[in-house]
């Protein structure tokens, strides 16, 4: 299950990653409010099914050993368990709109550097 894991977040990092370096997409700040909503919206719907079927999906009931999730129910307990994992989530939500910026400057620089569109190397 932990190499399924990687292996999909690391899909899913290599996608955006590439749809953004190609400059097709760049994301803007103002769009964050988005992926905040979808996880809310999850939160509320799983958390239902959880109970519903015994569960765990997106390991709100528990996060599975020694994953990074682990550290944040030692560190906040069983009540701020769930306040704790959402926190974390934004947090890389916003570090991934961060390293993103920084590609999309590079990007907009080389352009504007050479005055023409060409493959940009990162």
Same mark, same amino acid.
């Not at 399924?4 to 996608?15: D, K």
């Not at 760049?26 to 239902?48: D, H, M, Q, R």
């Not at 991934?96 to 400057?105: A, D, K, M, Q, Y």
């Given at each position: 299950?932990?190499?399924?894991?990687?292996?999909?977040? *690391? =899909? @899913? =990092?290599?996608? !955006?990653? !590439?749809?953004?370096?190609? *400059?097709?997409? /760049?994301? $803007?700040?103002?769009?964050?409010?988005?992926?905040?909503?979808? !996880?809310?919206?999850?939160?509320?719907?799983?958390? +239902? @099914?959880?109970? /519903?079927?015994?569960? +765990?999906?997106?390991? /709100? +009931? /528990?996060?599975?050993?020694?994953?990074?999730? $682990?550290?944040?129910?030692?560190? $906040? !307990?069983?009540?701020?368990?769930?306040?704790?994992?959402f926190l974390f989530c934004a947090f890389v939500v916003v570090m991934w709109r961060v390293l993103l910026e920084g590609v999309e400057r590079k990007i907009v620089k080389k352009k504007s550097n050479d005055g023409e569109?060409?493959?940009?190397?990162?």
């Amino acid at each position: 299950m932990h190499i399924q894991s990687f292996i999909y977040h *690391g =899909v @899913v =990092v290599a996608v !955006g990653w !590439g749809i953004v370096r190609s *400059g097709e997409l /760049l994301p $803007a700040w103002k769009e964050l409010w988005k992926p905040l909503v979808f !996880g809310i919206s999850g939160y509320v719907v799983l958390t +239902n @099914v959880n109970s /519903l079927l015994n569960s +765990n999906f997106w390991f /709100l +009931n /528990l996060p599975s050993y020694e994953s990074p999730l $682990a550290w944040i129910y030692q560190w $906040a !307990g069983e009540d701020g368990y769930l306040i704790g994992h959402f926190l974390f989530c934004a947090f890389v939500v916003v570090m991934w709109r961060v390293l993103l910026e920084g590609v999309e400057r590079k990007i907009v620089k080389k352009k504007s550097n050479d005055g023409e569109d060409e493959e940009i190397t990162l």
